[in-house]
């Protein structure tokens, strides 16, 4: 009896001092989480959500002040993503914060822009090239489409684009989508074309 | 060096699954190759292969020649293109092109002059069997080669194995698997010498150990052509091995288990065997390009269905539209419903036959209704299996199709998605008219798609974390610089006229600066009195002690 007692005790001892180190030498410093979703936000710092950014908004939801819903460019596919992530049930977008768009890029009007910088300033990724009292360019590769630029532009220069398709970033559509249109091999639904 | 030994079989396996289909072959084997000739107008997209598109490096007006290049290859997985006859190019622009978006690409338009005057040429090699494999690689790249069996990709690259692995096996893909298409058998029966030669030089290149070619049994003809050629010309490192016909045994992977039992690793590649597998077609290109100097220009293309009058083989020049190859088999029938690129399993629907023919298209079949049935509606999956039954790459397209109709792609990766080959042999035989074929194509589209918008994201967050350390910076040396500027200015206890010094020299610099940018004046020289009074009136309000800044 006394040796069973004598056992236990020494290995929850054993145990506890084990977990006691692990616990100081392998602390992470922050939350993980927090990085965890910021890896899944669109990271286009639009502001929609109502935070200054995606890394804001990220430690609002680990917080538990913010909800999953309230990004528009992530869309659906973000939400699913943050519910996974958080074990939650996916909600649709709360429309207050704004729909979700094809991606759209900006388009500065090179005839009317008067070198002012304060579009550069605005930019979350440093997208937009210039100096003072020089053209300013968006760089379209780096642009995320976040419209931040647009209300800074004291002459509205700025103009939002869609982004163009082209035949390489043709994706296949979701087979009930197309209600048979698009081409397919034979035995399969089909447009007449001749 | 990794040296890696392959056994070719005597007895060729079965590959799993596959379909025995109706081979339809023999409408368009009745009459021999035949030229399709050169067509008014030749639309030769710019990307007609897996990899970068071609850069154009002519200019429209510009007069041009038959094997001339005329777009070149930016990168290493690329391709050049080059002018199927000599002509005027009378537009670089966008065009219908083969694909099943049915959207438009760059072309270059040429309008043939009908002279078909050919380029100098550049392409042919002295003792060829003889050069070094890098010079044959980089003479096979700027003929504009790649892989005719359908995939199109650039030939020079697949004739290199790279600097650490060496090549065991070359199988020359004969297997001609799918209905309707007959272009390689028409090609064997026809040129089988070149067809021989090119494999030489492949073997060559590729410092092969053995060759074979994997051809099926249905193509009695083409079996005796390439024998008695192989015969004649008293190779012995060259087998030939029918392997049973079924579809897809042309496959790739599905060629190479058929010949040596060996499996390709799941979305690996046959050099991870120490196996390279090319097209008997490219094979052809090869030898017409580096022993008679021709770059790709031209193709056999298989014109079937019981929607053209006389079905045939063409040898097909690239860029040359639909239209005129229907025309050329004598027309539509009025049996024609619809008309496909490629075979009825894995061809995609033309919009319409303005579409050009490219250095991919081995068949063009202009379907009648009874060839291509409106399939009924889809129903749910019962879970029948009987997709899993024909899979030939052993996969479980039943749980791939649930996972893509739920669109859930983690999951589906796990059941090997992107080892699908889209033959179709599953949506063939689903009792519930479930077009698997694409849900697959959609998730996989759909994933490549996430993959880069995740890649975006990250730079984007990189970008905005540069940026956020940027005005940090900036911040503190602003802050840095005022609190200096604050140590230098500060006034000493007492001394008002050391202050008086410092306020007069700061007025000092003030002014110096101001002359140094004032503004020059400019068209002065020709003043109206109106002018010269509002001159005056500035200048006035411009002096010192007016009070302004």
Known sequence: ?194 | MQCLMVTLLSQPRRIPGGLRLDANKAQSLQQPLRAAGVPERLYIPLSQHIGDAAEPLVEVGDQVLKGQLIARSPGYISAPVHASSSGEVVAIGDYPVPHPSGMQAACIVIATDGRDQAAADDLRMENVLQADPADIRQRVRDAGIVGLGGAGFPTSVKLNPGPDREVDLLVINAAECEPYISCDEALMCSRPWEILEGIRIMRHALQARQVVIGIEDNMPNAIQCLQHCLDESEETGIRMIPVPTIYPAGGEKQLIYALTGEEVPSQGLPIDLGIVCHNVGTAAAIARALLQGEPLISRVVTVTGEGVRQPANLEVRIGTPVAALIEACGGYTDAVARLLMGGPMMGFSLRSDTIPAIKTTNCILAASYREAPQAPPASPCIRCSDCVDVCPAGLLPQQLYWYAHARDFDRIQDYHLFDCIECGCCAQVCPSHIPLVQYYRFAKTEIWSLESERQFSELARQRHEARLQRLEREKKALEERRAKARKSLKPKAGDADAKQAEIAAALQRVKAKKAEQSVQARNTSELTEQQQADIAAAERRRSPGSGQP
Not at chain 1, 53 to 58: S, W
Not at chain 1, 165 to 194: C, F, H, M
């Open chain 1, 1 to 194: 009896m006394l040796t069973a007692m004598l056992a236990i005790g020494t290995l929850a001892a054993l145990f506890g001092l084990l977990l006691g180190y692990s616990a100081i030498r392998f602390r992470v410093e922050g939350d993980p989480i927090v990085d965890q979703i910021d890896h899944l936000l669109p990271q286009t710092q639009c502001g929609q959500c109502g935070y200054a950014g995606c890394r804001p908004y990220a430690e609002a939801i680990a917080n538990g002040e913010a909800d999953i819903n309230q990004c528009p460019p992530g869309g659906e596919a973000g939400i699913q993503a943050l519910a996974e992530l958080l074990g939650v049930d996916p909600k649709p977008l709360n429309a207050e914060h704004g729909e979700h768009t094809e991606k759209r890029v900006a388009v500065i009007d090179e005839k009317t822009c008067i070198g002012c910088t304060l579009c550069i300033q605005a930019c979350p990724v440093d997208a937009i090239l210039g100096a003072a009292k020089q053209m300013h360019t968006v760089i379209e590769s780096e642009c995320t489409g976040c419209d931040l630029c647009v209300p800074p532009c004291p002459v509205d220069c700025i103009e939002m684009v869609p982004v163009k398709q082209t035949i390489s970033r043709w994706k296949w559509p979701y087979p009930e989508d197309t209600g048979g249109a698009i081409a397919e091999p034979v035995g399969e639904p089909g447009n007449q074309l001749i």
